[in-house]
């Protein structure tokens, strides 16, 4: 009797971990569907916010970057301009310049 009792004892342990797989299987492929799903959202938030953003912020920089580039040209131009005007001021300026900073690394 006692070999009866222990073969449905292993009978029954053997429905429980085929029970446990079964469920460990379902619960995996739950898992996979939730990550699938969460990578479709990440996705599609990247398409939908990021990339306008990042785009946009490109476009901005860029526009910037032009203007600046644009006053920065005028500034040089002005700046040739008088220094074709008045040269003795200029080399009057630079030297002045020179002479400042020669003294702050003399004292540092």
């Given at each position: 009797?006692?070999?009866?009792?222990q073969?449905?004892?292993?009978?029954?342990?053997?429905?429980?971990?085929?029970?446990?797989?079964?469920?460990?299987?379902?619960?995996?492929?739950?898992?996979?569907?939730?990550?699938?799903?969460?990578?479709?959202?990440?996705?599609?938030l990247?398409?939908?916010?990021?990339t306008?953003?990042?785009?946009?912020?490109?476009?901005?920089?860029?526009?910037?970057?032009?203007?600046?580039?644009?006053?920065?040209?005028?500034?040089g131009?002005?700046?040739?301009?008088?220094?074709?005007?008045?040269?003795?001021?200029?080399?009057?300026?630079a030297?002045l310049?020179?002479?400042?900073?020669?003294?702050?690394?003399r004292?540092?």
């Open positions: 009797m006692e070999s009866a009792t073969g449905d004892m292993t009978d029954e342990g053997k429905g429980v971990m085929a029970q446990a797989q079964d469920r460990a299987s379902a619960l995996a492929a739950d898992a996979q569907a939730e990550i699938a799903a969460l990578r479709a959202k990440v996705e599609t990247m398409n939908e916010r990021v306008p953003a990042l785009s946009q912020a490109a476009d901005q920089a860029e526009a910037t970057y032009h203007t600046v580039r644009e006053r920065l040209g005028e500034r131009e002005q700046v040739s301009e008088r220094v074709r005007e008045q040269p003795l001021l200029a080399l009057a300026l030297a310049a020179g002479f400042v900073v020669a003294a702050m690394f004292r540092g």
